[in-house]
T-cell receptor, first 114, second 109 residues
Framework: EAQVTQNPRYLITVTGKKLTVTCSQN?????MSWYRQDPGLGLRQIYY???????DKGDVPEGYKVSRKEKRNFPLILESPSPNQTSLYFC?????????????FGNGTRLTVT | GIQVEQSPPDLILQEGANSTLRCNFP?????LQWFHQNPWGQLINLFYIPSGTKQNGRLSATTVATERYSLLYISSSQTTDSGVYFC???????????FGPGTSLSVIP
């Protein structure tokens, strides 16, 4: 089944403890992206990747890192999480960088930083 | 920054009713998509519709790119249609995707 898989679905952690949220797609998509969703602020783009080894900042990249070492995986890394990073996170992918095809979203990761 | 507007912000429907949701977007973006976020938080792509009209079952969408708006039609609404509907736009190179604030729909039996 074609899908975008995020793990974990739920995560509670403490301030400063490094964590990684994984994202994997099995559709051979070139484009992958991370978003966070917060009440009143909607969905905002954190980072995106046009292809392997190509990543770029979205609108809210501070406090996050990403890597794209292989096409299928696009992990989101929080080196030193803080409470303001408590949010619902989504990974998404799309076949090409040309924006002529739909975004496919993972099921989300609800992160709480205490 | 780029602002995408959606209306209405909230909508309550009786089951079986029809509704129209609107998305306005500025000149600098295109490639509009509609998404449904269900009550469990999942985001489902409904339509990729940079222009023209598409239909999928009880849902259809129309984008008039020259006038910078898109409409999502829901006919014979069901309780499973409840959730938040987002439109999103991006530039051709897809480097940034911007979501509207959403329309929260509640369909009551």
């Amino acid at each position: 089944e074609a899908q975008v898989t995020q793990n974990p679905r739920y995560l509670i952690t403490v301030t400063g403890k490094k964590l990684t949220v994984t994202c994997s797609q099995n559709m051979n998509h070139e484009y992958m992206s991370w978003y966070r969703q917060d009440p009143g602020l909607g969905l905002r783009q954190i980072y995106y990747s046009m292809n392997v080894e190509v990543t770029d900042k979205g609108d809210v990249p501070e406090g996050y890192k990403v890597s794209r070492k292989e096409k299928r995986n696009f992990p989101l890394i929080l080196e030193s999480p803080s409470p303001n990073q408590t949010s619902l996170y989504f990974c998404a992918s799309s076949p090409t960088r040309l924006n002529n095809s739909p975004l496919h979203f993972g099921n989300g990761t609800r992160l709480t930083v205490t | 920054g780029i602002q995408v507007e959606q209306s209405p912000p909230d909508l309550i429907l009786q089951e079986g009713a029809n509704s129209t949701l609107r998305c306005n977007f500025p000149d600098s973006v295109n490639n509009l998509q509609w998404f449904h976020q269900n009550p469990w938080g999942q985001l489902i792509n409904l339509f990729y519709i940079p222009s023209g009209t598409k239909q999928n079952g009880r849902l259809s969408a129309t984008t008039v790119a020259t006038e910078r708006y898109s409409l999502l039609y829901i006919s014979s609404s069901q309780t499973t249609d409840s959730g938040v509907y987002f439109c999103a736009v991006g530039r051709t190179s897809y480097d940034k995707v911007i979501f509207g604030p959403g329309t929260s729909l509640s369909v009551i039996p």
